[in-house]
Every structure is written in C-alpha cells, then in structure tokens.
T-cell receptor, first 115, second 113 residues
Framework: AQSVTQLGSHVSVSEGALVLLRCNYSSSVPPYLFWYVQYPNQGLQLLLKYTSAATLVKGINGFEAEFKKSETSFHLTKPSAHMSDAAEYFCAVSDPLSGNNRLAFGKGNQVVVIP | DAGVTQSPTHLIKTRGQQVTLRCSPKSGHDTVSWYQQALGQGPQFIFQYYEEEERQRGNFPDRFSGHQFPNYSSELNVNALLLGDSALYLC????????????FGSGTRLTVV
C-alpha cells in the first residue's frame, strides 16, 4: 500500500522567510504525488501535482515541489511566506497503475506565519 | 459554474442513530469520492462511485454505505453511529475514476454525541 509521511504537525515561519514542508512517500510503483491546501472551514485545494513529467513542479500561489526518487521525497517550498499562506497543507500519493484516482493523504502540516 | 456542493454543512447526531450526507458534483464531473477527515488527521478514502456503482472502497466498515444517482449526485449513509464517526466528511468529484483533477467540497462536519 502506498503512503506518505509528513513530519512536524505545526510549522511556524516568519513572513518573508522560506516555507519548507517535507513529504516522504512509500510506494512499490512510480507514484503520482500531490500537495493540497486547506483553509479553515473549506475543502481541499490542489496546489500542484507530479505525474511523471518534469521533476520540478510549479503550482499556484508561488509554491513548487521537487520529486526526488533517490530520496523518496516530494518536499514543498515557497521562497517568501505571506500571511495568506497560513493554512493546513497535505501531501498525498496515488498509484497510477491502479486504474482509479484514489488518494492516500499524510497527516498534514499546520502552517503559522509570524508577522 | 458551481463547484462541489455538500449538505448539510454541520449536524449533530446521537450514538446509534443513522445519518445521510449529500453531495452534488461539479458540473461535467461523473465520479464522486468520499473522504473522512478526523480532527488533526489527513483525509481517509471511504469509497468512490462511478456509473451509479461503488468502484473502490477503503478500510471502512459496512456501516458506511453510499449511492449515486443518475444525475451523478451522491449520498453517504452511516448507520449505528459511534463517537469515533465524528469528523469532517469531504466529497470530491472528478471527470472520471482515472482523472486526477479532483474538486473538493467544503465538507459536512458531523458530531456524534
């Protein structure tokens, strides 16, 4: 079964500083990987996805992530944090050979931006 | 263009009761997936409906059941509610069972007392 691990449930970052959220995956096949953001009282919004094309993926709101097979990682970064980035972030994995788009999510990172 | 609509937004039920949650997919989407998000956790896959049939199921007991209607809308039913069923229930729609362009609804917050 596929899974992802996100360490550190709460992440504090100063406004203007680098945002780095770590995600490591476990998969027996080359996976598809995703980052979602969830604002309070809202559903999940897709930030970016890796589906076996370019390993450096750019998403919305200035976020990007790099797929590193050797490290089984898909870390999310943003060069400069804004107050509006305060939210919960989830990494997710899917098996493209399964024939369905079912996702397995990590536990999430709650990001707090300090002015 | 309306996205995914879920109803109700909040509800409170008593242990042992039954509950039905509803989801209308984004226009043009024919596949509906349901996820349970417990407090402080990531969403967990419950099941997926496509062509009015359950196509995939996660590790949830038979107390969790669903239905998809000809207009692609869907219901999630939970019988014999337990305190541990308290969670945010998310509905996600997609163009097909293979498409990765999920659109999530805002969820239904279920509290079991």
């Amino acid at each position: 079964a596929q899974s992802v691990t996100q360490l550190g449930s709460h992440v504090s970052v100063s406004e203007g500083a680098l945002v780095l959220l770590r995600c490591n995956y476990s998969s027996s096949v080359p996976p598809y990987l995703f980052w979602y953001v969830q604002y309070p009282n809202q559903g999940l919004q897709l930030l970016l996805k890796y589906t076996s094309a370019a390993t450096l993926v750019k998403g919305i709101n200035g976020f990007e992530a790099e797929f590193k097979k050797s490290e089984t990682s898909f870390h999310l970064t943003k060069p400069s944090a804004h107050m509006s980035d305060a939210a919960e972030y989830f990494c997710a994995v899917s098996d493209p050979l399964s024939g369905n788009n079912r996702l397995a999510f990590g536990k999430g990172n709650q990001v707090v931006v300090i002015p | 263009d309306a996205g995914v609509t879920q109803s109700p937004t909040h509800l409170i039920k008593t242990r042992g009761q039954q509950v039905t949650l509803r989801c209308s997919p984004k226009s043009g989407h024919d596949t509906v997936s349901w996820y349970q998000q417990a407090l402080g956790q990531g969403p967990q896959f419950i099941f997926q409906y496509y062509e009015e049939e359950e196509r995939q199921r996660g590790n949830f007991p038979d107390r969790f059941s669903g239905h998809q209607f000809p207009n692609y809308s869907s219901e999630l039913n939970v019988n014999a509610l337990l305190l541990g069923d308290s969670a945010l229930y998310l509905c996600a729609s997609s163009l097909s069972a293979r498409a990765y362009g999920y659109t999530f609804g805002s969820g239904t917050r279920l509290t079991v007392v």
